[in-house]
């Protein structure tokens, strides 16, 4: 008893160390952590004394805080971050007092919630940050896939290796391939215009009203699994499978930023549990179809995919000794490995992207009547009167799906108005934007060290500074010539990027688009049935909410999903 007395005694000394020096590490690292606030604070001071154009108001205690937070009052709560960036481009005035034009940059300090972030808001500075002087991507958009696609991935790798990988990738999306996987397509669009269809009573009145997102998003899933690794999931008919499932709840929960917000997510064991489990899914589905794959390099003699192009781009590199390529050693388990986490970054970006754009062009198309009626006659004028036939001419002549203007620009104009990424580039010391404004006749220089420097696509998109009518739904602004008052601003439009980190997707994209507009619209009338969905809902005394007056909104959910994920109805225009 006596010895357990003294030894306790002779501990308690260290015990009190202990607590002293975790105290003090404690205190010392809140120390750090104010300063760091104090500096990134006093930086926008001075920057401000400098002349650059810093939002207003700003404060020593909340930075841009407590502004943010005004100008998400403005929106419904599971609004996209998107419409502030839009709220603060289209009323520059009010937080930039005394300026003579919109700040081609707009900084913002929201420590400690994020770092200090940098929008660019003008086009030619978008482009020299992501083309002229490429500057690698932040951590910020790297730790947005860590959960779906680790670190190895194009987001993740920065030059050389980036450009080494794309290299290897490029053929497998590139507009020749693609034109051999038509069929694939066409059968794919038919299955999802056949559900569309089961929805549409026969003689002619509007079916009952279900989520067009469930029916986008599995056709999407359908295209990319079969053009990556000719994978046949088939979520159109037996989905939504495990694959899917897994992928939908990483999207869904696991694409986050890395700031204090997120914090208590990502220690928490049952959110890591989850991304561990989706991702054990993810394994165990695709690594069998990736090993098959990878065997079979050679042998698809059409219709190659994605995996067995870049299979034979590597044998090529290595037939070649590397030569000018910057080759990397081949080891066959990490080229398995890479091309798994690479096949996770394609069937999320995908199919999540393609069905969310698609729900767009059906609601920009219910609300803009002429602009459908054009559509028609275009798809008529190119494909004949009788719509049933559109498949197969596709088929024999493929070429067809690339002669539709109209198409194309209602494509783009709904890109534009509901895009759905942007990039987030590094700053850095030896990085200064130069930006000459016609207005003063000045030429300012811009810094980016510290900061988190992100193309503002979406305040751009809607910038009437650069477009013209910004909130209106007008195709006409891609056919029109140099000259016209609607002819685009150079590398405004930009929902897919631009440079050699830009959307190696697009064509596939933009196929999936054309394909769906041609073989839905004349078969069948689309139209949001909000009144429908809402009297479904659970009744209250609350108003739903609504953005400039339209029930449809990006949402906070996915990439930027439509609100409620888009309920409608559908008839048949030829019953
Ligand atoms: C409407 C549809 C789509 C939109 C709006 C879109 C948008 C974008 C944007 C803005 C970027 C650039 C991000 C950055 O620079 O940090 C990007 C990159 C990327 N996208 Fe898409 N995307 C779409 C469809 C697709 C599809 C169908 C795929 C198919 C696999 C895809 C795969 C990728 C990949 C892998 C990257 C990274 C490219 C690289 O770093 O080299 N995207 N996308």
Known sequence: MELLTSGQWQAWPLVQACIKAAFLLLGFKMGLFFFEGYQIRMKFRKMKEQGIPIAEPHSLVWGHLKMMVAIRAHFPKDAHNHYAQIYLVQNWQKFFPGAEERPPIMYFDLWPVLEPFAFVVDPA????????????????????????????????????????????????????????????????????????????????AWGEVFQLLNLTTNMTFDIICRVAMNLDTNEQRVGPTELQNSMRTLVRNHVIFKNLGTLPLRLSPSWNLEAWRCSRTLRRALMPRIQEQIGSGEQAKTQKTVIQLATKEISNESSTGGNNKQSLPLDKKQYSEDVLNLMKQFLFAGHDTTSTTITWAFHFLAKHPAALEQLRTEHTTVFGPDPSTASAMLTANPALLNALPYTNAVIKEVLRLSPLAATIRRGSPSFFFTHHSAASGTTRHYPTDGFAVATGTAAMHHDPALWPRANEFIPERYLVSEGHELYPVKYAWRPFEYGPMNCIGQDLALMELRLVLLLTVRELDVETAWEEWDALQVAGDEKPPTINGDRAYRTTNGLSYPTDELPVHVRLRNP
Request: overall charge positive; proline content about 8%; aromatic content about 8%.
């Open 125 to 204: 500075m978008c482009q020299d940050i992501v083309q002229d002087r490429l500057q690698p991507r932040h951590p910020q958009i790297k730790h947005l896939i860590k959960y779906i696609s680790g670190a190895r991935n194009l987001t993740g790798w920065d030059q050389p290796v980036h450009t080494l990988w794309r290299s290897r990738l490029n053929p497998g999306f590139s507009a020749r391939n693609l034109q051999s996987h038509i069929p694939t397509f066409i059968e794919e669009v038919e299955t999802f215009v056949g559900l569309l269809k089961a929805n549409a009573p026969k003689d002619g």
